[in-house]
Structure formats: C-alpha cells, structure tokens
C-alpha cells in the first residue's frame, strides 16, 4: 500500500481539524445569540436614526459615506463578544470535556491541531463579518441612499477582524493554561473591562493617556481634524479611538485624509467649576494608525504562542 506523502497527510489532518471546529463553531448557542445580537444592533443602528427624524419631522438627509464610517457596525464591545464566543472552549472545552485525550493521541501534531483551530475561529468571524457588512451596505444605501468608497469595504472588514483577532489571542491563552472556559471567559472580560475604565479615566484626567495605545482595546481618545481654539475649549473634528479597536475606522480615514492629525487632550476641572478641554499633543494619523496596526500583530503573536505552547506541553493523563 502506498503512503501518502507527508504534505498530503498534513493537509488532510489540518482540513478534518478545521472542518470538525467549523461544525462545532456554528452549532454553538453562544455564538448564534452573539450574531444574532449584532444583527439586532445594526439594524438599530440604521433604522433608529431616520425613525427618531420622522418622530421630530425631520428629514432623514442622504449620506453617501455612511458606510465608511459605521463599517460592520461593531464597536471594540462587538469585537471582544465575537472573539469570546469563538474561541473561549476551543482548547479549554476539549480538556474540560475529555476529548482532547483521543484528539492528542492521534498521529496529528499539535501544532496542527492549533491552527486548525486558529483558522477555523478565523473563517468563523470572516463569515459573520461578511454578513454584517453586506447588511450594512444594503441597509445604508436604502436609507441614507447611494454610497461612496465602496471598495473600502474590504479595508474595513480587514480592520475588524484584525481587532477581533487581538482579544481571541487573550482569550485563547486564558484558555489553554487555565483549561477552563469559565475562567478563560472570566479573565477576557476582567482584561476588557479592566483596560477601558483605565483607559476611559487615563484619557480624561492624565497626561498620561498615551500609554493606552500601547495596550489591547479602544487605546487613547483623540480627536481627528484642525483644532480651532476658542476660550481653550473648541476644537474642529471627530472623536477617534486610537488603539486596536480602532484600526478599520483610523485606516478608512487614513486612506481618505492621509495629512490628518489626530490631537490628545485632558479634561480639568478649573477652581470656578468650569470643565475644559486641553490639547496635550498632536500626532500624524498616519503614525497612529501604523502604531495600532504593529501593536496589534505583536499581541496577537504573542498571545498565540502562549496558547500554542501551552497546548503544546499539556499532559494527556489530564
């Protein structure tokens, strides 16, 4: 009988792998109330606008960048749910289950076991990603019509996931050396809501603010565009998050403002009980959304090596 070559076996073993977590991913109840949440929630964020216009007798006025700016329709929450669900059992859940005992027994490799895992979580949030945003579209040129930049789409889908990525490694890690999904949902929620109290007071009280970006999640808030200063207080522009949440919004502005700066400010509170804003410093967009972008990849490296080197010295007798 002739053996397959050992590329073959490879690629079949890392195939079953995938297909056996594709299954598993979409028959999760987690993660269909999670899809269905975020449906229920673009769908609030396009119809509530022009319903709550009709109610004041206003009109709904056309937008034709709409989409470039609202994307998937997801916020740093968004990313950190879809990475929760995807992943929170798909290491911890086999220990937790007795199955991972004939899984590593197997004449697959757990290195192959792991990025079939990876790349089944990955073609899980590709899938309802692609979903939202073809809502998104369709929704958005109904009701604020035509729309423009629409081969940014891929950009934004492309930053999202990538977001989304970042919070599936922690979750993932917390996963793989604890061996319980509980406490892999625990500490992924801990760090999340951890780092946006930090970050909410950091960016409104410190000077500090800026250390946020070098952290997981919505990093520090900045505001894009040209600071007119009036009594200290008034500036021009839209608030940004600066961090890895943020990396589809901050490259779609990039690649449509790519001279912007992005300006940092603290909030103080002067003796008289006035409340004012004051401009710390100003980076180029572009520097911002390339700092993103490395810290992203280094976290998500880093945190898939934990998890992979934690299932890679796992006991079978566990």
Known sequence: MTRKPASVRWRTNFLAIIRYELLWNIRKKKFLGVLILAFVLATLTLALPPILNNLNNLTTEPDPDYLTTTGVGLTGFGFFLFALVSVMNSISGEFESGSILPLLTKPISRTTIYLGKIFAAFLTILGAYVLLIIYMAAGGSIIY?????????????????????????????????????????????????????????????????????????????????????????????????????????????????????????????????????????????????????????IYIFVFNLIAWYALKRAQVAE
Do not use: C
């Open 145 to 297: 019509g035509p729309q423009n930049n629409l081969h940014l789409i891929f950009i934004t889908l492309f930053g999202s996931i990538v977001s989304t990525l970042v919070w599936m490694g922690i979750v993932l890690a917390a996963g793989s050396v604890s061996k319980s999904s509980m406490l892999a949902a625990l500490l992924g929620i801990g760090v999340w809501l951890g780092l946006n109290i930090a970050g909410g007071i950091l960016s409104v009280f410190s000077n500090q603010a800026g250390i946020m970006n070098y952290l997981p999640g919505s990093g520090a808030s900045g505001t894009l565009g040209t600071i007119i200063s009036v009594n200290q207080t008034s500036i021009t522009g839209g608030s940004i998050s600066t961090g890895t949440d943020g990396i589809a919004e901050n490259l779609i502005n990039y690649i449509l403002h790519p001279a912007e700066n992005v300006t940092f400010f603290k909030t103080e509170i002067r003796g008289t009980g006035q409340i004012i804003r004051v401009p710390l410093y100003s980076e180029p967009l572009s520097l911002v959304v390339a700092r993103s972008i490395a810290v992203a990849v």
